[in-house]
């Protein structure tokens, strides 16, 4: 048994809804994060992490297990998916990867390039850019030297932009035709289920959606993560929402302008996402709280 489910698509369109109700049908299912923000512990409101109540139904893996200060990185989740992965197909559990990080579903499942060591000296000289400049001076280079790869990530993400910028410096190749180079992985049999809607459609979802995080104690889990990790450049505080709040506690916003500020944000990453998981033809679609699992059960059987 190699059979794995997706549960890809924009944030807040019900990924997490979809996929629990596999497990609510009496389908043995493992939940595996992958959304690239949902790995940060201290964030767990903001970053639409399931709730207790949505664990209760199967367990729940890779989620929340990184501090604030550490790096996500794209290999070592590919590594702990992989091994997740393993010990559910050793239990004759179905592995079900929920999230909205393109990025992480394209390398575990198509593969991802080995780009050659970057020089020590390259990689300091971002590092000290980022600090000097900020994020968005970082991010309007990349904008001109690799306009692609720049729509996909958010112009605050500082490692991403960073990295992008010294693998074409050291290589003079931008990174996105480097993820042009990558082989499927044919160790899976997949089934791909995209959960979305039009952005016009998903976007006053997204609205209420920030006001419910902030009812259920976004803003009391920022100042508690501000208390733990000050340092607002922290990886962790890179998460939409996340650094809009810090930015408020800190005083440099007011909340009506957080609020705007997370709703622009929050939809412009949407965009994105909607546009890098529509572009995959392998993706059978469904809107939210459509059901998934006559599919599912097809794909389980052959």
């Known amino acids: 048994m190699n059979k794995i489910i997706c549960i890809m698509g924009p944030t807040g369109a019900g990924k997490t809804a979809s996929s629990l109700s596999m497990a609510k049908a009496g389908l043995k299912t493992w939940i595996i994060n992958t959304d690239s923000r949902q790995l940060y512990k201290d964030f767990p409101i903001i970053s639409a992490q399931p709730d207790e109540e949505e664990k209760s139904h199967c367990p729940h893996k890779l989620y929340g297990y ?3 200060t550490e790096i996500s990185s794209a290999g070592d989740w590919i590594e702990r998916a992989k091994n997740c992965i393993t010990e559910a197909h050793q239990q004759n559990i179905i592995p079900v990867l929920v999230g909205g990080t393109g990025f992480y579903f394209r390398a575990l499942l198509d593969g991802i390039v080995e780009i050659p060591p970057i020089p020590e000296d390259i990689h300091l000289h971002f590092i000290q850019q980022a600090e000097i400049k900020g994020s968005k001076s970082l991010y309007d280079e990349l904008c001109k030297i690799d306009p692609k790869y720049a729509q996909k990530i958010h112009f605050n993400d ?5 990295r992008a910028l010294e693998v074409f410096t ?3 190749k931008k990174f996105s035709d480097w993820h ?10 997949i089934l791909r289920i995209g959960i979305g809607l039009p952005l016009e459609e998903l976007t006053p979802i997204l609205q209420l959606r920030t006001k419910i ?6 803003l009391e889990e920022a100042q508690k993560a501000l208390e ?3 340092d607002i450049t922290a990886p962790g505080w890179t998460g939409i929402g996340c650094i809009e709040l810090a930015r408020y506690l800190l005083g440099e916003y007011d909340m009506q302008e957080c609020q705007y500020l997370w709703n622009k944000n929050t939809r412009a990453y949407a965009k994105r996402q909607w546009t890098w998981f529509r572009a995959d033809k392998r993706i059978h679609w ?3 709280k459509e059901n ?3 599919l599912v059960k097809n794909f389980l059987q052959h």
């Open 66 to 68: 990184l501090e604030t």
């Open 158 to 162: 500082k490692q991403r932009i960073s």
């Open 170 to 172: 050291a290589t003079g």
């Open 180 to 189: 042009k180079e990558t082989q499927q992985n044919t160790d899976y049999d």
């Open 213 to 218: 995080m902030l009812e259920r104690g976004a």
């Open 228 to 230: 733990i990790c000050p």
């Open 286 to 288: 469904f809107k939210p």
């Open 292 to 294: 998934i699992l006559p």
